[in-house]
């Protein structure tokens, strides 16, 4: 699993105008080929009266499926240009269709590359960006003395409290990131002077918005 990546937040469309054409691009979230198709085919029937539906995807965690569709525009003028833009923004499991309504002024191969471009930028913008990063929960089970200190220390650290079990002892569940659960173990055991039960949890992954 990826310590971080980036992705779209999940669903969303944008329409702009150029040179009386236009341009609504469709996002959305796919972890496997086979929901960026099935996406694809939703758009497609949406907006089955569009003059073309272009596509682009990137899926897995190296970019092992990358696929570009022009959908009958000039080779290379839409679906690559989509998909240049979502390697430049670095996203993953991304799909993204940009439905042209033809206006009746032709861009040229330079501008349909600028106007699929732009479109599929600012559908990715419109829709939102996240910063997926892997975490780890920690059970960290104390005794209620040392409650208030552990809480005050952990909120203050760059720790995240997911929440606190109240039994017996009290569990306090840790999100941390993955790669620093020999940090927390050493840290929990000054803070408590040893007086912990500290186990691992499930991974998981924590979204934050970013801008790209």
């Known amino acids: 699993m990826l310590s971080h990546y980036y992705t779209v937040k ?9 040179q009386k054409s236009r341009f609504i691009a469709s996002v959305s979230r796919a972890t496997t080929e086979d929901e960026a198709l099935n996406f694809i085919q939703e758009i497609k029937k949406k907006y089955r009266d569009a003059s ?21 525009e000039p080779s290379g003028t839409a679906g690559v240009p989509m998909l240049e833009v979502l390697k430049k923004k670095k996203l993953k499991d991304t ?3 940009v439905t042209r309504y033809f206006g009746g002024i032709k861009l040229g ?8 471009g732009k479109a599929a930028s600012e559908g990715l913008s419109a829709t939102g960006l996240v910063e997926r990063n892997l975490m780890q929960i920690m059970h960290t089970t104390i ?5 208030g200190k552990v809480e005050n220390e952990v909120r203050s650290s760059t720790y995240i409290i997911d929440h606190i079990d109240y039994q017996e002892n009290v569990q306090v569940n840790v999100l941390i ?6 940090d927390y173990l050493n840290w929990i055991i000054d803070l408590t002077q040893g007086k912990n ?4 949890g499930k991974l998981l992954y924590r979204e934050t918005d970013v801008v790209l």
Do not use: F
């Open 143 to 147: 005794d209620y003395t040392l409650l």
């Open 177 to 182: 990131p993955a790669s620093n659960k020999e």
């Open 109 to 116: 191969a330079g501008g349909l590359i600028r106007a699929y």
């Open 52 to 72: 073309h539906n272009c596509s682009a995807y990137l899926i897995g965690q190296h970019d092992q499926i990358q696929k570009a569709n022009d959908d009958g």
């Open 95 to 97: 799909v993204i269709v």
């Open 10 to 18: 999940g669903h969303g469309e944008h329409e702009i105008i150029i």
């Open 197 to 200: 039960n500290t186990t691992e």
